[in-house]
């Protein structure tokens, strides 16, 4: 095995337990049930249960403590996600992208770099895209959200940029593709002829570390084609 | 030869999950009642721990748990720690918090007191080869697979034998040679002689290295983001101290590695090990974009020096290079020893002398990164030969030509011992990517001025192993007739996964409809595979899946024998039934064979296995066994020599003299990659490797503050890799398609030199757009461009790193 491939640092470690046993500092064992539920299993008992959502707690916002001092009132939030709204409790510091993933369980929005820089977290406002990593959800409480959940139609046929996009081979890792897809249709039903120069300008909030913008691009012209 | 599916475009199975949001990345797990991990960071460069004060931490609402350095096992001498009591970088962790969500567990990590005392530091490699300079460990400042870490310090007189402009070439723990250099410099017309700087980079994928974990009736189960299914396994339960049979591996999806997640590494272990500290309960570790340039590995920057003596007609008789490697912390990667390796091949010389030293510095952890030193050898050895060129009055194209290996490869050498290669078209990829860019004519153009703006042309060649051999395949046919590829390699976004089962289909006859992929995790019951990195997969592969396709070859003409009579070899596939040659009608489909293979037990339904393979492919025959024929074997198939992968580079630029902004007008790309097995994946593998080499060539670049070993540049904005508008509208393609005859179906990886080729041709583009101007340095940025132009001197020292 040494012989084979890049640095390795685990070889770097002997086999075998950890030097110190890790004690069990609480909690006793139990079972441990991943959420592999599906989008709309998931979105039902966010609405049917506020439970789900006061105890799914795992949100980030920043490195400002949150306030558990925050009315309550300052907290509610409806919010028009893909074409339906929720109410949800939402803390006036948190972001959207943390909204999405973590409340919603919407995980198709990525975060990349949570700074504005990378588009992987890109979702529509009213049809514009946004960077939802760096937009408070209470922003945007009187908008329509859509992310990259709600761009194929509700019996599941993909959208145009979605099909051209598999025929290019566009995405490469595909971590950035949930944001390119949704910068495309943006600009689509925007711009449904764009040329080649403005589809580029459409896509440029997007960084495809894996380099395939060629793809990205050629996907959207093949989309705008049979628009 | 004729293949059915070999060679043809298909649709990865993967691709629509990704399009849709579907796609499941380590950072998309989420359990009930999971708890969120934040690390503490070390403040400083170099330190080492007094005490560590969690009192107030603990008071934070929702704090579960810390982890300390004590708590958790410590590798060898300059190994890469989980957690450290004496970190050696900026934002080492030293400390893991758990807490009931993100932002309890990022307010208690930032509530952590740790005392620590300040040790020596270094990042300037040259500065730790000095007298008296700082050694980046305590102890020592040398170390690499097959050196012993040590301290290595170089006389005042080696450094005073040169200029301020010339590398130092003290002792060097890694010589080797082959030829006579001394009399091929005799022989020489021209001779070039330059040392250069190569930075260091990050990997930058989009998605941080993530990771997420429980515990469950004494499994551990990791969520982790990695190149390598199975490859990363062995390690990652080495780091969390368990059994390999004890731990339930997920990874589907790998938002990008680039080498950075070749297999697996320290903290994929830590959301495991925090778990295991509050019961197992599920632990999601979420990396930020800045733990991730702290943690997240780099590409290894080098200070060179270089010789090189060509003859009249551009071959190049002797070459002499001494490398000083910018290991980081840990013992890294040989990427020294690949600077070496690349030019023997590449370039064929008739003799060489070969010098390194891999030196450690208090920086991020270095590892491979996409053709690692093989890449920078491209960047730096590349723009030396436009050098030789015009001064010997030969066209750039040219004296690659005369150098490079082709016809097949049966006379080129590679490496220090000079050793064989499977097969080698350098100079017919040269070719035919002159034609498709129109080399002649249009470098005929070269300096060609526009208002501010001046052309340039740039060729690039770069190499890497591209195969290994030894691992194991495994496939299954189910009783409903459906081709079942269990496949370990991984998910970095190449498709090779696919491409690479597609050979078991096309070996069996199958329709690619009726065949399945199982791939993701243990769950999925997957054989012992090499990794996705090193270029390797559709080598390494390929010979997996084709032994395996052939032992169920046998296995269904044995079923078949033992229902009609006679031989195995009375028997044909066709149109997925199994069939006497003679007697057609005498036939089971391959669904009837997998059910008397059940019936049949044994070997046939994987009962019993080959002694030869290796226990992670065991423990999956038999989970599967039973349940279908099964087919495995471990890749006996003879190899001899290299797998080399071989690309070129062609591109078009204009840069302005008045900005230093470089454009790129127009790129081809080459790959001697053996048969083309997914042509459009291939497309995607020469312009996305492309457009990494861009950034390496022009912007990307990791800085260290010499004074205080911080890192300044952990934002995509200041490390930049390009976007959208820094690369050309179109990027073309060529492959030479030749066949390496030690692959069942001729092929060999790519994925790596394409990225070196790219960025040695820009910075040659870039020189020529200037007249010339030998940068020495890699990136070559805006603001070198723009002094070069103005004839001003670089704003930074020759040998210099970390510069801006
Ligand atoms: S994650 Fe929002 S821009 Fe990068
Ligand atoms: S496909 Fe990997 S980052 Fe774009």
């Known amino acids: 095995m040494e012989n084979y491939g890049p640095y390795d640092p685990t070889l770097d470690y002997a086999p075998g337990p950890a030097t110190k046993e ?94 504005a820089e990378c588009g992987a977290c890109t979702v529509m406002a009213n049809g514009a895209t946004i960077y939802s990593c760096s937009t408070l959800t209470h922003r945007v409480r009187d908008k329509e959200i859509v992310t990259v959940e709600g761009i194929a139609s509700d019996d599941g046929t993909l959208h145009p940029v979605q099909q051209a996009f598999m025929d290019e081979i566009a995405p490469q890792c595909g971590f950035c593709t949930p944001g390119q897809v949704v910068a495309a ?11 080649i120069e403005e589809a580029r300008m459409g896509l440029s909030g997007n960084v495809c570390r894996c380099g395939a913008y060629d793809h990205y691009l050629r996907g959207t012209m093949k989309a705008a084609e049979r628009l | 030869m004729e293949y059915k599916l070999i060679g043809k475009n298909f649709t990865p199975p993967d691709i629509e999950a990704k399009v849709t949001g579907a796609a499941k990345y380590a950072e998309d797990f989420q359990a009930d009642g999971m708890a969120h991990v934040k690390i503490f960071g070390s403040p400083m460069p170099h330190g080492v721990v007094n005490s560590i004060d969690l009192g107030e931490a603990e008071k934070v609402p929702g704090f579960l748990a810390a982890l300390v350095p004590d708590e958790v096992k410590q590798p060898g001498p300059a190994g890469f720690p989980i957690l450290s009591n004496k970190p050696t970088y900026f934002g080492q962790p030293i400390v893991a918090i758990a807490a009931e969500n993100e932002q309890a567990a990022a307010d208690a990590a930032a509530a952590v007191k740790v005392d620590m005392t300040l040790l020596p530091f ?124 004890d731990l339930v591996f997920v990874a589907e999806f790998c938002g990008g590695g680039f080498g950075g997640k070749a297999t697996s590494y320290p903290l994929m272990a830590l959301p495991a090990l925090v778990s295991k500290k509050i019961g197992g309960r599920p632990c999601l570790l979420r990396v930020s974009r800045v733990e991730e340039y702290d943690n997240g590995m780099a590409r290894s920057g080098f200070q060179g020096w270089m010789k090189l003596g060509f003859a009249q007609d551009g071959k190049l008789l002797a070459a002499d290079m001494f490398m000083v490697q910018d290991l980081g912390p840990t013992s890294g990667f040989r990427d020294y020893n690949n600077v070496g390796i690349a030019s023997t091949i590449v370039y064929q010389p008739a003799s060489m002398r070969f010098r390194a030293v891999p030196v450690l510095t208090n920086t991020t952890p270095k590892g491979a990164q996409r053709g690692p030193g093989e890449n920078q050898a491209a960047n730096m050895v590349e723009p030396l030969f436009d050098k030789a060129a015009s001064e010997l009055g030969i066209d750039r194209l040219a004296i690659r030509r005369i150098n490079a290996p082709g016809g097949g490869g049966a006379d080129a050498k590679i490496g220090a011992a000079q050793g064989p290669v499977t097969s080698a078209y350098l100079k017919e990829a040269l070719d035919k990517g002159a034609e498709a860019f129109n080399w002649v004519e249009r470098s005929a153009n070269s300096g060609m001025q526009n208002g501010s703006r001046a052309r340039g042309y740039g060729i690039g060649q770069a190499y890497h192993s591209a195969g290994s051999n030894g691992f194991d395949g495994l496939v299954r046919i189910t009783p409903d007739g459906i081709l079942h590829v269990h496949s370990g ?85 066709e149109n997925e039934r199994v069939f006497k040659t003679s007697d057609p009608s005498a036939s089971l489909s391959f669904a009837e064979a997998a059910q008397r293979a059940i019936e049949m037990g044994d070997k046939y339904a994987g009962h019993v296995l080959p002694e030869d393979i290796h226990p992670m492919t065991q423990a999956s025959a038999k989970a599967i066994a039973g349940t279908g024929l099964v087919g495995v074997a471990k890749d006996n198939l003879e190899k001899e020599g290299t797998v080399p992968a071989l690309a070129v580079g062609f591109i078009e630029v204009d840069v302005d003299l008045e900005t230093g902004k470089v454009e790129i007008l127009d790129y081809v790309g080459g790959a001697d990659c053996g048969t083309v097995i997914h042509p459009d994946g291939l497309a995607a593998q020469v312009r996305g490797g492309a457009v990494m080499g861009f950034g390496l060539a022009t912007t990307e670049r990791h800085v260290y503050d010499p004074a205080y070993a ?53 910075i040659n583009a870039i020189s020529d757009a200037l007249g010339g101007h030998l940068f020495n340095r890699t990136p070559v940025t805006t603001d070198m461009i723009l002094n070069a132009a103005e004839g001003l001197p670089q704003s930074h020292k020759p040998l210099a790193t970390n510069t801006v």
């Open chain 1, 185 to 195: 249709v943006a600009l689509l039903n925007m711009n449904p002829n764009p040329t």
């Open chain 1, 22 to 115: 890790i004690a069990v500092e609480s909690g006793k064992v139990q079972s441990w049930k991943p959420l592999h539920m599906s989008r709309r299993n998931f979105l039902r008992s966010v609405v049917c249960s506020g439970t789900v959502i006061a105890g799914s707690g795992y949100l980030f916002t920043t490195l400002a403590p949150s306030r558990a001092d925050a009315r309550s009132v300052e907290r509610l939030v409806s919010l028009n996600v893909n074409g339906r709204t929720r109410r949800l409790d939402v803390p006036p510091n948190e972001t959207l992208a943390t909204t999405l993933r973590y409340r919603l369980g919407l995980t198709g929005t990525k975060i990349g770099c949570n700074q």
């Open chain 2, 122 to 245: 270094v990042v300037d490699p040259l500065e730790s080869l000095k007298p008296d300079g700082p050694d980046a460990l305590e102890g020592g400042n040398i170390a690499s697979r097959g050196i012993d870490f040590q301290s290595l310090k170089w006389t005042g007189k080696d450094f005073a034998m040169v200029g301020e402009d010339e590398l130092p070439r003290g002792e060097a723990p890694i010589e080797w040679m082959f030829g006579d250099i001394e009399e091929g410099f005799a022989n020489s017309a021209v001779v070039v002689e330059e040392s250069m700087v190569h930075a260091t980079n990050a990997h930058q994928a989009m998605e941080p290295r993530s990771a997420a974990a429980y515990w469950e009736n004494g499994k551990c189960h990791v969520w982790g983001s990695t190149q390598s299914t199975s490859f990363a396994q062995p390690g990652l339960a080495r780091l969390i101290g368990i059994e390999l049979s």
């Open chain 2, 489 to 573: 390699v991984g998910n970095l976004g190449t498709y090779s996964y696919a491409s690479t089962s597609r050979v078991v289909a096309e070996a069996l006859g199958y329709d690619w409809d009726n065949v399945v992929i199982e791939r993701g995790g243990t769950q999925k019951h997957i054989p012992w595979n090499l990794g996705q990195f090193g270029s390797n997969t559709n080598f390494t592969m390929t010979r997996s899946n084709y032994v395996a396709a052939m032992d169920a070859v046998l296995k269904l003409k044995e079923i078949a024998a033992n229902a009609f009579g006679g031989s195995p070899e009375d028997y044909s596939l």
């Open chain 2, 710 to 762: 911080r890192p300044n540049t952990r934002t995509f904005y200041l490390s930049k890799p390009p976007t959208i508008l820094d690369v050309p509208l179109k990027m073309g393609w060529v492959a030479t398609d030749q066949p390496d005859p030690q692959n069942p179906m001729g092929m060999k990886g790519i994925g790596e030199p394409l990225q070196g080729a790219a960025s040695a041709a820009l």
